[in-house]
């Protein structure tokens, strides 16, 4: 989810995030380009093109399905998240999206039968290749109704079967996720009770900078009191659907994200509006590996900082197959979006989505027409405990919807088997400090936060 860069961290430098009530409740009316009344617009949850029905499995104990086998090697030196591969030049439009129309429907479902809960392990050591060609056809894989994947353990046991590499969460510092078991490499999903109520929007597991190659979303305990569907579509059939001339001004401009805002008062003298901002670039950016610039008042917002990620093109070539699809983050990102359904993130963390050449905020009309064509193309999907989700994360996007009562899903990030995509990095353990700080501020909300609150 992915990139609200938890920039609560970054507001231990907020000095408009300790304002009064009232005066936050009065910038938030204030900080964007969408609205064109005093009044701000409704929140509907956003739908979904399929919604599968739920079947009501059950699953372990939190005590039982949280077990490490202490027996395997600790994997928590795992490699480093790889570099993004781009390949976006000399894209025809046209051309991109008839060769998007033709890739088949996303998700694909593998159904457990008994024969194949009785192998356990054994099904995904037998089938790994095919397993590995259908990701790379079908872009996510929704294995359904394995008992092997109910706990940690047996979780591990599937992915090490098919010879899989976990690395780190691109985002790792930004303490958007904590580890479920470091020892396993595994992340807790976003299941905390302050963001039940935030709408996680389509995304890539990416910055401009890193991406990982695949992903394996894991169902340990669905939502106790409803929702939270796990949202998946596919980059190929997005770029197909979209608006031919809003894909190729999007493509021709390129995209600039937003993640962070740090406001200051209106009026601060130019020199220690300065000196606050080499503060910020010099001190805290460096711990978020991204590419971040930090620039005022993109926005309109008057004394903003915002941290942006460089130019990026909407549109990039899969590194295996060549498809074209549409990979980026605006559906999860775009303001006009966030402030238009439901919505968890503290005004410190919300997003922008801009067009590169002017730095200026998408449009409602284009906003819309990306909401539109990504959210025909979303399957929300019911998993239930030991239900996986695979994804090439160069292909499919996901997100999650609301939901209510107590919920655990988990997630392991992986890297290329091509030594050279992959690269010779481990894990850096100076970035952990800043996950832990940014997880303790994020626990420190409370349940069902909403973004309009102080």
């Known amino acids: 989810m992915k990139l609200f860069i938890a920039a609560a961290s970054l507001a231990i430098w907020n000095v408009g995030a300790f304002a009064p009530i009232h ?65 976006s030049d000399g894209i025809d439009v046209v051309k991109a999206q008839q060769m998007a129309r033709m890739a088949p429907h996303c998700p694909l479902e593998i159904r457990a039968t008994a024969e194949d809960n009785v192998k356990g392990a054994a099904y995904f050591d037998e089938n790994k290749d095919m397993i590995k060609a259908e990701l790379l056809k079908y872009g996510a894989i929704w294995f359904r109704g394995f008992d092997l994947m109910k706990d940690v353990k047996g979780y591990r046991e599937m992915h090490e079967r098919m010879g899989m590499d976990p690395c780190l969460d691109p985002l790792h510092s930004s303490g958007l996720r904590k580890f479920a078991s470091e020892r396993d490499a595994l992340y807790e999903e976003v299941n905390k009770a302050s963001l039940r109520g935030h709408y996680i929007g389509l995304h890539c597991e990416s910055t401009a900078k890193r991406t990982a190659a695949y992903a394996a979303f894991v169902c340990f305990q669905k939502a106790t009191e409803g929702g939270g569907r796990f949202l998946v579509a ?10 031919t001339a809003l894909l190729q001004k ?48 993109s926005d309109g917002k008057p004394g903003r900082l915002q941290a942006v990620e460089t130019a990026e093109s909407p549109i990039n070539r899969h590194p295996v197959t060549g498809m074209p699809v549409w990979f ?24 922008e989505v801009f067009y590169a050449d002017v730095m200026e905020p998408l449009s409602l009309e284009d906003c819309s027409e990306i909401k539109r064509a990504s959210e025909k193309h979303i399957t929300a999907l019911a998993m239930e405990p030991g239900d996986v989700l695979f994804v090439d994360n160069y292909r499919a996007l996901h997100g999650r919807d609301v939901f209510q009562g107590d919920r655990y899903h988990a997630v392991s990030w992986f890297t290329w088997d091509n030594e050279d995509w992959r690269g010779p990095e481990r894990r850096n353990v100076e970035k952990n400090g800043m996950n832990k700080i940014i997880n303790q501020m994020m626990d420190f909300l409370p349940k069902d936060f909403e973004s309009d609150q102080s």
Not at 237 to 242: D, T
Not at 251 to 276: A, E, M, Q
């Open 23 to 87: 005066q936050q409740q009065h910038a938030l009316q204030s900080n964007t380009h969408l609205l064109s009344t005093a009044e701000p617009p409704e929140r509907v949850a956003p739908d979904a093109g399929y919604k599968p029905e739920w079947e009501n499995r059950d699953g372990k104990a939190p005590d039982d399905f949280t077990k490490s086998d202490m027996a395997k090697d600790d994997l928590s030196g795992m490699w480093e998240c790889p570099l993004t591969r781009w390949d």
């Open 234 to 243: 596919d980059g190929a059939a997005i770029l197909a659907e979209l608006d």
């Open 250 to 297: 999007l493509y021709d401009r390129k995209i600039r994200i937003s993640v962070s805002n740090l406001d200051i008062p209106p009026g601060t003298p130019g020199i220690i509006k300065d000196g606050f901002k080499n503060l910020v670039d010099a001190a805290v950016a460096p711990k978020f590996d991204m590419d971040l610039e930090m620039i005022y008042e």
């Open 328 to 351: 980026n983050n605006a559906h999860n990102h775009a303001r006009k979006l966030r402030d238009r359904r439901p919505c968890g993130v503290p005004e410190v963390g919300m997003t």
